[in-house]
């Protein structure tokens, strides 16, 4: 049952310091999405990638965020320095293709609580 | 302004009754809509996904439907179980022509079903 990982699955750091969140995609899947869920603002697309190239970072917040995919099976997630207004789950998703009627599979999410 | 509005944002009903969530948006160019489940401390999961010219799809017990001249799509629930209890996310896609998309999210309508 292949699934989409996350690692670390929960992260308490301080203020100023880096997260590195880790995903690791569905094989074969050549989309890959960083959503974040807070309460308050629900689910926010932040980036997403097509055959490992960045398509649309928009809804990152430039300054402190970077997304990357060093090779098919991984995308990482930084925020440096964190802040706590960055805690939120994280949440991994990938896709087989690109289209309007492509299904994408969510991982389990990183929960982040920055103090 | 791309808005996607849920109603209502909670429900409560008794095990093996139906029940039916709404989404209305405002969202050009529109691609997509979807429907997700999102299960408490877990990633949303994809009921169904639909484009302009679908106007039912179903998956299970659970049947989405789509009027693109109101802008409307409900999400109806037959025979509700426990297992249904959740968070039902409405997302819909504005689609452009450099193949790029966003994604406009509703808040949720949060569902508890009680034996």
């Known amino acids: 049952d292949a699934r989409v990982t996350q690692t670390p699955r929960d992260k308490v750091t301080e203020m100023g310091q880096e997260v590195t969140m880790r995903c690791q995609p569905i094989l074969g899947h050549n989309t890959v999405f960083w959503y974040r869920q807070t309460m308050m603002q629900g689910l926010e697309l932040l980036a997403y990638f097509r055959n490992r190239a960045p398509l649309d970072d928009s809804g990152m917040p430039k300054d402190r965020f970077s997304a990357e995919m060093p090779d098919a099976t991984l995308a990482t997630l930084k925020i440096q320095p964190s802040e706590p207004r960055d805690s939120a789950v994280y949440f991994c998703a990938s896709g087989p293709g690109w289209g309007e009627r492509e299904t994408q599979y969510f991982g389990p999410g990183t929960r982040l609580l920055v103090l | 302004k791309n808005q996607v509005e849920q109603s209502p944002q909670s429900l409560i009903i008794l095990e093996g009754k139906n029940c039916t969530l709404q989404c209305n948006y405002t969202v050009s160019p529109f691609s997509n809509l979807r429907w997700y489940k999102q299960d408490t401390g877990r990633g949303p999961v994809s009921l169904t996904i639909m484009t302009f010219s679908e106007n039912t799809k179903s998956n299970g017990r659970y049947t989405a439907t789509l009027d693109a001249d109101t802008k409307q799509s409900s999400l109806h629930i037959t025979a509700s179980q426990l297992s249904d209890s959740a968070s039902y996310i409405c997302?819909?896609?504005?689609?452009?022509?450099?193949?790029?998309?966003?994604?406009?999210f509703g808040t949720g309508t949060r569902l508890k079903v009680l034996a």
């Open positions: 997302v819909v896609s504005a689609g452009f022509l450099s193949g790029t998309y966003k994604y406009i």
